[in-house]
């Protein structure tokens, strides 16, 4: 299934898939986690996350400590492509290193964080230093060639929820784009290897859900 939709197309899924939930009475968040109300911290839901689609696009949310978290933050979904989806002939900005062979990973690349509020609403998109997700570490030029790939539409996980994430990224480029672009420019300054715990979250940038909505 081809994510590569128009922005009237990817609004019309934000506000249907959003409309569904409502009509439903099971909203974003009810749908995410088991029972928000007891959300453990640090743990992923899904367990094993969301993957659909050819270009592995992925998702989990969790929660940090409320000492870690932004003003008015609940928790964050994770967005990932597979590694095998990055542009033929481009290499890692930072190679994560091999896991030995009794711990396996998943082979994943950070597209960027979203921030959601205790009321359910999407915050801020954020970056990420390499060793936050133990990711492949790719430039922001070659995350950004094939970000209309991104597509959680599948048999795995909440429909709705799938739809809505798939087309919050369609209409984020320009502040994914941002963040990416943010997160290069932090690590060359400050932290080249992507393993310095002191740099954690290099970039953000709000979300306007009227200003995405807009037409292009």
């Keep these: 299934m081809s994510a590569r939709l128009t922005h009237d ?9 959003t409309q569904a939930m409502f009509t439903s009475g099971k909203p974003l968040m009810s749908r995410v986690l088991p029972d928000d109300a007891t959300a453990k911290i640090w743990e992923h839901y899904p367990p094993d996350d969301v993957v659909n689609g050819p270009a592995g696009s992925r998702y989990f949310y969790h929660c940090h400590p409320p000492g870690e978290r932004m003003a008015g933050e609940h928790g964050h979904f994770h967005l990932f492509f597979d ?3 990055m542009p033929g002939g481009t290499v ?6 091999l ?13 960027a964080a979203l921030a959601i509020s205790n009321e359910g609403l999407p915050l801020q998109w954020f970056g990420i230093n390499r060793w936050v997700t133990d990711e492949w570490l790719y430039p922001a030029y070659a995350v950004l060639a094939v970000l209309e ?6 048999v795995n996980g909440d429909p709705l929820v ?8 369609g209409l984020s480029r320009h502040e994914i784009a941002q ?7 932090v690590l060359e300054l400050k932290d080249e290897s992507g393993e310095d715990r002191a740099v954690e979250v290099t970039s953000a940038a709000p979300v306007s859900l009227d200003a995405l909505l807009e037409p292009a």
Aim: no cysteine; glycine share 4%.
């Design 9 to 17: 197309e990817y609004a019309e899924m934000l506000l249907g898939s």
């Design 83 to 85: 590694k095998s989806a």
């Design 92 to 97: 890692p900005k930072i190679a994560a290193p």
């Design 99 to 111: 896991a030995p062979r009794d711990q396996p990973r998943a082979d994943v690349v950070h597209i």
């Design 149 to 154: 790939d991104f597509d959680l539409r599948g």
């Design 162 to 169: 799938n739809e809505w994430l798939t087309a919050m990224v």
């Design 179 to 185: 963040v990416l672009r943010d997160r290069d420019i």
